[in-house]
């Protein structure tokens, strides 16, 4: 491991934050010899603004405030008057959270007309994502579309796919019956640096490309039905997105005749969020982002897949021994732990909760284990509320941290029965050329001081 703290804003690329068995070995030998501060940064820590340590705790033993002016002493807002209603405006959250935004990588080019943002896992709880804290990626930048300008259409590759071409208007797609169903939408690229050996400093960053929200909207049966598709002959949907980014995906149609795709206009209780495709958008459960076309304005129904630009040139996956996988779209099982992860700091030994979050695109969530020994012994963690198909999933765990170095991870198993891999099993089936689908098992390093680390087990 490298010790160079390099300056923000930079590519990193390194294979410094890779952890070898023999680099494993020394961080337990370490924790058995009790020394501080062995390991050094292996990558620069992001400006402060952009990494906010959260501090985790803050007295030990927890509670024991006896004698606390904050508690002995009445304050202001508990004597006078508080502000009226907002009765004009659209609620915001309390000015001391105004660090948990979304932002751009450390690890990307830093550009003024940026086309991602990540949202900050390490600030979020339960399994819903804010929708202004939604991540982003946009091809050819976002737009607020006027809705009453609106349409989709739906038509045939030739006339016999369908009874007839539709047009409908925003008005008319809500008059037809909605479903709402929690899912997970992840990019493709989410944990891409990763395989690249460029060490991100946050979860944020590593797999920030990861939001997760109620969706309101039809299924494309419905719309399908309606225009009297032909399934015999329509196997193969594609999408077509009204920004200047000519975004078409193909779907294939046993995904759409199951009614899990929708075109949907609603998220987490109100109207999509601009940025998210404002009025309409596919929701592709399960798949990767890039098929949840955004401004949706085109459905077409055909017989073959389309080998559209953002499949033929992009999102595919390079194999070992030269080959490319084409239409890998399936989101496959993953977990991350958000706290503690890396940029937090530990302030003392202690009880701790672990927290993260699991997700699969095949099913729902069956098992989460965690270690906080690299992955030499395991606990399975308590997951939290409904374990929804194709949504992410939280999960808990307890941890009392001895102040000795640990190394966190987290692995996932599916209702399919896939297990979350390592990233040596990773890499032997899928290479090192890669850039989409890294689902390998994240590791963050609790250094003695406290400080938390993105480091890679091989
Ligand atoms: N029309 C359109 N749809 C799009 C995109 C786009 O640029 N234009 N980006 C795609 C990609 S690559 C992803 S990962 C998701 C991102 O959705 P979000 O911005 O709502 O997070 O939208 C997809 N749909
Ligand atoms: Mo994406």
Redo the contacts with the bound molecule.
């Keep these: 491991m490298s010790s160079d703290n390099k300056p923000a804003g930079r590519l990193i690329k390194a294979p410094e934050n890779f952890l070898d068995p023999a680099g494993v070995r020394q961080v337990f030998a370490e924790a058995k010899a009790g020394r501080r501060g062995f390991i050094r940064s292996a990558f620069m820590a992001a400006s402060a603004a952009a990494v906010a340590p959260v501090a985790m705790a803050t007295s030990n033993p927890v509670g024991s405030g006896e004698g606390d002016p904050n508690i002995l002493s009445l304050p202001e807002h508990s004597k006078g008057l508080g502000q009226p209603v907002v009765t004009d405006g659209y609620g915001k959250p309390s000015k001391y959270e105004v660090n948990v935004q979304r932002r751009q990588s450390p690890g990307l080019t830093q550009t003024a007309q940026a086309s991602v943002s990540f949202a900050p896992l390490q600030s979020l709880f339960g399994i819903v994502t804010p929708s202004g804290l939604?991540?982003?990626?946009?091809?050819?930048g976002w737009w607020d579309i006027d809705p009453s300008k609106h349409r989709l259409m739906l038509n045939g590759s030739e006339p016999a796919m369908l009874k007839r071409a539709m047009v409908f208007t925003m008005d008319e797609l809500m008059r037809l019956p909605s479903v709402s169903r929690f899912h997970f939408?992840e990019?493709?690229?989410n944990t891409g640096m990763e395989w690249g050996n460029v060490a991100v400093p946050t979860v944020q960053y590593s797999h920030g490309?990861l939001?997760c929200s109620e969706f309101t909207g039809v299924p494309l049966r419905v719309l399908l039905d309606m225009a009297g598709v032909d399934y015999k002959k329509a196997r193969f949907v594609l999408a077509e997105?009204?920004?200047g980014?000519s975004?078409t995906r193909t779907i294939p149609m046993e995904m759409v005749e199951n009614g899990e795709v929708l075109v949907a206009y609603g998220q987490n209780g109100e109207m999509l969020r601009p940025?998210?495709?404002y009025p309409l958008?596919l929701v592709v459960p399960g798949v990767?982002?890039?098929?949840?076309?955004?401004?949706?304005r085109r459905i077409e129904v055909g017989d073959k897949p389309y080998g559209a630009k953002d499949e033929a040139i992009h999102y595919m996956d390079l194999m070992p021994g030269g080959q490319h996988r084409q239409y890998s779209s399936i989101q496959e099982c993953k977990s991350v732990v958000t706290t503690p992860s890396g940029g937090q700091v530990l302030l003392d030994k202690g009880f701790y909760n672990i927290s993260g979050l699991a997700w699969s695109g095949r099913g729902r969530v069956k098992r989460v284990d965690v270690s906080v020994d690299g992955g030499r012994n395991w606990r399975t963690a308590r997951l939290e509320g409904a374990v929804l198909p194709k949504c992410l999933t939280r999960f808990n765990i307890d941890w009392v941290w001895d102040g000795k170095p640990g190394l966190i991870q987290s692995r996932a198993t599916d209702d399919s029965g896939f297990v979350q891999p390592t990233y040596g099993q990773l890499r032997t089936a899928r290479g090192t050329r890669s850039i989409y689908h890294n689902n390998a098992i994240q590791t963050w390093l609790v250094q003695e001081d406290g400080e938390v680390k993105n480091v890679q087990l091989s």
Excluded: P
């Excluded at 939604?134 to 050819?140: A, G, K, P, T, V």
């Excluded at 990767?288 to 949706?296: C, D, H, N, P, T």
């Design positions: 939604h991540f982003e990626r946009h091809h050819q939408i990019c493709g690229a490309m939001s997105g009204a920004d980014s975004m940025e998210q495709g958008r990767q982002g890039v098929s949840w076309v955004k401004y949706l």
